[in-house]
């Protein structure tokens, strides 16, 4: 079976530039994560979903960051406009547990944002 | 809300010594516990969980775990240590009825041969 698959898995873009990233998890998983990976503040859950409905966002650092989850095999983290202070690797994962508790999440291989 | 220390942010094992990875957590109940790794340039897997019951759990390539409520740690361990573990380890903390999962920094494991 197909795991989660996270695109692009490099991009390098200028300051001010949109980025949008892309994440398809697993099929028949209900929640969806996404998380970002620095050095200075490790891995940092982002914002998640719970059949397709954005549950907590809190963790977005600002309004320049926004997700969406149109349907169940698709996610999308766009930054706009993106700053040096973005670069991390960001990550997607996906989890079978549906509602309520914490269930082991399923990870993509990340897509690693170089801001110029 | 719940949160994960890992005292250790580097450890050097020669290869077929033992390894302890150590993981403490803060929560007020009994929380969800896991160990993930990460191999440079991956995504992070799954070595074991904690969800209740027997408090020494088994997970995948020969590492186990140990919850200790008394000490609110939950310890990773291998009897042995192969080359191909060196990676980035990483204690989980989840609680029930929440998909908010706590990481911890991680300890980065470098094996001598």
């Known amino acids: 079976d197909a795991g989660v698959i996270q695109s692009p898995r490099h991009e390098v873009t200028e300051m001010g530039q949109e980025v949008t990233l892309r994440c398809k998890p697993i099929s028949g998983h209900n929640s969806l994560f996404w998380y970002r990976q620095t050095m200075m503040r490790g891995l940092e859950l982002l914002i998640y979903f719970n059949n397709n409905v954005p549950i907590d966002d809190s963790g977005m650092p600002e309004d320049r960051f926004s997700a969406k989850m149109p349907n169940a095999s698709f996610s999308t983290l766009k930054i706009q406009p993106s700053e040096p202070r973005d670069s991390a690797v960001y990550f997607c994962?996906?989890?079978?547990?549906?509602?309520?508790?914490?269930?082991?999440?399923?990870f993509g291989e990340g897509s690693r944002l170089t801001v110029l | 809300a719940q949160s994960v220390t890992q005292p250790d942010i580097h450890i050097t094992v020669s290869e077929g010594a033992s390894l302890e990875l150590r993981c403490n957590y803060s929560?007020?109940?009994?929380?969800?516990l896991f160990w993930y790794v990460q191999s440079p340039g991956q995504g992070l897997q799954l070595l074991l969980k904690y969800f209740s019951g027997d408090t020494l759990v088994q997970g995948i390539k020969g590492f186990e775990a140990e919850f200790k409520r008394s000490q609110s740690s939950f310890n990773l361990r291998k009897p042995s240590v192969h080359w191909s573990d060196a990676a980035e380890y990483f204690c989980a903390v989840g609680i029930i009825n929440n998909n908010d999962m706590r990481f911890g920094a991680g300890t980065r494991l470098t094996v001598k041969p």
């Open positions: 994962a996906s989890s079978p547990r549906q509602g309520g508790g914490t269930g082991e999440l399923f």
């Open positions: 929560y007020g109940a009994t929380p969800y």
